[in-house]
T-cell receptor
Framework: KNEVEQSPQNLTAQEGEFITINCSYS?????LHWLQQHPGGGIVSLFM???GKKKHGRLIATINIQEKHSSLHITASHPRDSAVYIC?????????????FGAGTILRVKS | SAVISQKPSRDICQRGTSLTIQCQVD?????MFWYRQQPGQSLTLIAT?????????ESGFVIDKFPISRPNLTFSTLTVSNMSPEDSSIYLC??????????FGPGTRLTVL
């Protein structure tokens, strides 16, 4: 079983739709990142959260540490949101923090 | 925030050769990380590089194949040695300058013929 499970793997939405991407993990963590990767490879950390909920513009991320589950929501989706979204729990190790990565969700928003 | 640059951005190499990838951070950071992203796959951590000590490699990665240098708090290099087509990937470095987030370099796209 993978340490990090993301769903769905692929998602196609119409512009304006509300989108949810889910992440479940089996490891103990100190925090969790949601990353965005556009074609060409560049990665941006959208959120790092260790409890509750964070909001940035149209993006909302929630985490339930007890249930080992996190969700990323996109409200009023737009074609520019098309990207790969990666859930990355942050494991505390002896020598520092270590990210483990979900397989990613490929999101395509059509106009 | 931190800005991370990588050189080269892409390269095409012949099998059996080696390539050194440079990663520069615009601020001092304790931990730097090197990842590999094979085509169609998510990221895999290769090693963690601390300044002044040997890199810590993940299972499946060895120093002879991926030697890493970390000469100071703003710079690191990863060498991909004796390359084969299976090494064709995007290689990314990252750093966590604070406890709040982690920053990624733009990646180096390597193709081995």
């Amino acid at each position: 079983k993978n340490e990090v499970e993301q769903s769905p793997q692929n998602l196609t939405a119409q512009e304006g739709e509300f989108i949810t991407i889910n992440c479940s993990y089996s490891v103990g963590i100190s925090a969790l990142h949601w990353l965005q990767q556009h074609p060409g490879g560049g990665i941006v950390s959208l959120f790092m959260l260790s409890s509750g909920k964070k909001k940035h513009g149209r993006l909302i991320a929630t985490i339930n540490i007890q249930e080992k589950h996190s969700s990323l929501h996109i409200t009023a989706s737009h074609p520019r949101d098309s990207a790969v979204y990666i859930c990355a729990p942050n494991r505390s190790m002896e020598y520092g923090n270590k990210l483990v990565f979900g397989a990613g969700t490929i999101l395509r928003v059509k106009s | 925030s931190a800005v991370i640059s990588q050189k080269p951005s892409r390269d095409i190499c012949q099998r059996g050769t080696s390539l050194t990838i440079q990663c520069q951070v615009d601020s001092q950071v304790t931990m730097m990380f090197w990842y590999r992203q094979q085509p169609g796959q998510s990221l895999t951590l290769i090693a963690t590089a601390n300044q002044g000590s040997e890199a810590t490699y993940e299972s499946g990665f060895v120093i002879d194949k991926f030697p890493i240098s970390r000469p100071n708090l703003t710079f690191s290099t990863l060498t991909v040695s004796n390359m084969s087509p299976e090494d064709s990937s995007i290689y990314l470095c990252s750093a966590d300058p604070s406890t709040d987030t982690q920053y990624f370099g733009p990646g180096t796209r390597l193709t081995v013929l």
